[in-house]
């Protein structure tokens, strides 16, 4: 920790600052570019700002409470009962979005894509970290699993940046329809986030049935929102590859009767 003071201050709570601070810089950036009112947009960083901290809190006390069960002021002792949980800071943040979406009647996926890409550029920072906090000066020596994790997610920050401006260009994606719908963003990292976890979690040989699951379904959930999201339709679809198994088949008839 750094002494600043009187105060303790935890390393990783400033990398996780700093991870914020971009990932909010970014999200400013692009809202910006979305024509979004910026008085909006300031209220809506800081409200997930401050959501994202109080979900984290009270979803690791909801887990945890065989510590603070009957001693709940020990949820304030953050020191002496650290602990914050990543699912509670994410369901903090989708609260906010979608109260902001209901109460400014806007698209909710709009926003959810623009956080997304504010989301993946704090996530080489996490990373690079908490791997140094882990491994301190071992760095130089050994490069640990988290260190590749955020070159891997410095390099998806910059693939959806880029797609995040060309993905309504993508016939695949808008199929027949003029317009493509928001959502590409967000299910695009959840997969990818999702992916590299699973990774990372094979490789240190930490992976249990449970979790297997748990990132099976995330997997899952992510080609879902996308599949909704475009403009393909599960009827035309569905058409389309009866037309082309047909086809195949038709085509192996022929060959067997020349045969």
Known sequence: MLQLGSSNIYLFSLVVLLAFLWGSFVFYKKANEYHLKEETVLDSILLMGLASFLGARIFYVLTRLDIFANRWARILFIKQYPGMSSLGMVLGILLVLLLLAWKKKENFFD????????????????????????????????????????VVFTGLFSLLWWLEGEYRTFEWYRFRKT???SGFVVSLLLFCWTVVKMVGLGISKSMSVERVFFWIGLIVLSVVIMYIRSGRSLKIDTENMGKGINKLLIKVKRKKEII
Request: aromatic share 12%; charged share 10%; hydrophobic share 55%.
């Open 111 to 150: 926003w959810l894509d623009l956080v997304a890409l504010g989301f993946s550029a704090g996530l080489p920072i996490v990373s690079a970290g908490q791997s140094f906090l882990n491994n301190g000066f071992k760095l130089f020596k050994v490069i640990p699993l988290s260190i590749l994790e955020a």
């Open 179 to 181: 317009q493509a719908k």
